[in-house]
């Protein structure tokens, strides 16, 4: 008879001490001072930027303004009580390891669910829970498909995988894309994620899926990186080196990777798709399919270089998405996962995975012209979403904040309406590596905030240009960007980068805040 398998190793219960009475505190207690947006800080910023407009004898009406937004951020975050908070969990053989500690942290056993799909071990789970005849609902089947079909929305979502990301049964990034597409965390909940080491079975496409993620970044990548003497410009063009950099020592770019594709999710991948999802979208922000097609198409060119040809004259003919594929980092990878012909889990899961009409690759896609227009993707672009760009910006003569303020900043304010993006605060996230029954795991908490009182006040593009007549409206909007902006600063993929208003250490908010190195629980 197999030996039945415990999930109460030391190490194990060191992380749901930890990860689990943080989770409720930072929506209970903390839950004010959570968010990725601090009215604190966007009242000192825009002090800061009005003190500068005093000096050249412009007002603003910006006090109404900020009053009227932090009435409303106050009644979007409001305030909730532990015995409120909703939590979905894979429990495994033994519900109460997790469950014991939800409860003495204040957690209503009639608010939580378990999710278990192995007919044994859930045959376990059920026998522990009767005998503490806790009021716990249970599920038998795969989280992915509770999370597709359950129309509940949870505070706190935490899936424990026994496998790599991407790999295994049940399919651990399934269950990450279905949560992010059918918005079953609150606007501002917490998701715990835990996999297992990736496999040596599928080192090849690991270490090409990596590559492909790492290879277009230039902050936003581990250390061990930069101790190998890779250079990014390099990179993006030739990957052979990273490559063999990623299999030489994996296990800093896996952990690296695990946090930062699932904060790409959250806020761009899965959020970019729905906004293109209503057709109302699609329809004015964007051309005609067949001139933003010609877009794509002038962008994707590669020339093959040609013996005897000057390289320069070639320049002239690369579109920016060749030339230039670190400029589109989220979408570069995912362009990367749909060329490579070997395919993989990962690749497959993110093929398979559509919103509306349009699969995950064609929201990035459409996004990427979108934000960087500026790099003369202009005819991809509806009448309404030129327009709201061409409004500008009324500092755009006195130079008013540090970062000049580029078409993303628009962009994804009027997609972040639709698309509901989610923000990790990684002031508040939590990264860990242990060892279980000698697998290397890997946990990380993301604290997740939608930035509702943001997209709930900003103007859709429609109805832009009256909005942007209060200089007081743009100048809160500016400053509120800037403290979006500064949560996970480093990150080239950040939809608000390049939004600061002042430099760092320009007030005692502007800060960079990046993701902590991950901590190993011996």
Not at 222 to 233: K, V
Not at 397 to 411: G, Q
Request: one cysteine or more; hydrophobic letters at 35%.
């Amino acid at each position: 008879m197999p030996k039945k398998v415990s999930y109460r190793q030391p190490e194990k219960e060191r992380i749901r001490q930890s990860v689990l009475p943080a989770a409720v505190r930072l929506l209970t207690r903390s839950r004010s001072r959570s968010t990725v947006i601090q009215p604190s800080h966007v009242k000192e910023v825009l002090e800061h930027g009005l003190g500068l407009l005093r000096q050249r004898n412009v007002t603003r009406d910006s006090a109404v303004e900020f009053n009227n937004w932090s009435t409303l951020h106050k009644r979007v975050i409001g305030k909730k009580r532990a015995d409120e908070i909703k939590v979905l969990y894979l429990c495994g053989p033994e519900p109460l390891n997790d469950l014991s500690v939800l409860l003495e942290n204040g957690v209503d056993p009639h608010n939580v669910w378990a999710v278990e799909s192995d007919p044994k071990e859930f045959t376990r789970a059920v026998t522990e829970l009767q005998n503490s005849k806790l009021p716990v609902k249970i599920y038998h089947g795969d989280i992915a498909g509770f999370l597709e079909a359950n129309s509940d929305t949870f505070d706190i979502i935490y899936v424990d995988n026994c496998s790599p990301f991407g790999a295994g049964k049940p399919n651990s990034l399934h269950a990450i894309l279905q949560l992010f597409k059918h918005q079953r965390l609150e606007p501002l909940g917490v998701l715990i994620t835990t996999f297992a080491a990736l496999s040596i079975e599928h080192m090849s496409w690991y270490t090409q899926m990596l590559s492909s993620y790492f290879r277009y970044r230039y902050d936003d990548v581990p250390r061990a990186f930069w101790d190998s003497g890779l250079d990014p410009a390099v990179c993006e063009h030739d990957d052979s080196g990273l490559r063999n950099a990623i299999l030489e020592q994996p296990v800093p770019y896996y952990s690296e990777f695990i946090t930062r594709l699932i904060t790409d999710i959250a806020r761009s991948i899965i959020p970019n798709c729905r906004a293109f999802a209503f057709q109302g979208v699609e329809r004015t922000l964007l051309a005609s399919k067949r001139d933003r097609n010609q877009v794509i198409k002038i962008a994707e060119h590669s020339p093959l270089y040609k013996k005897g040809v000057p390289l320069e004259k070639l320049f002239g003919e690369i579109g920016d998405f060749a030339l230039n594929p670190a400029g589109y980092p989220v979408f570069s990878f995912m362009r990367a996962l749909e060329a490579d012909p070997n395919s993989n889990l990962v690749q497959l899961q993110f093929k398979n995975t559509k919103i509306g009409s349009h699969h995950l690759i064609d929201g990035t896609k459409y996004a990427a012209l979108l934000e960087n227009c500026i790099e003369g993707h202009w005819g991809a672009l509806g009448d309404s979403m030129i327009k709201a760009i061409g409004i500008g910006w009324f500092d755009e003569k006195i130079r008013l904040s540090c970062d000049v303020p580029l078409p993303n900043l628009m962009v994804n304010s009027l997609l972040g309406i639709y698309g509901a993006p989610s923000f990790s605060n990684p002031r508040y996230c939590q990264r860990y590596s242990y060892t279980s029954k000698r697998n290397l795991m890997y946990t990380d908490l993301f604290l997740l905030d939608r930035c509702r009182s943001y997209f709930d006040w900003f103007p859709t593009a429609h109805t832009a240009k009256a909005r942007f007549q209060s200089e007081g409206f743009q100048m809160v909007a500016r400053c509120i960007m800037d403290g979006i902006g500064w949560a996970d600063w480093h990150s080239k993929s950040h939809p608000f980068r390049g939004a600061a208003m002042g430099g760092i250490n320009a007030t005692k908010h502007s800060k960079p805040r990046t993701f902590d190195k991950r901590v190993e629980i011996c």
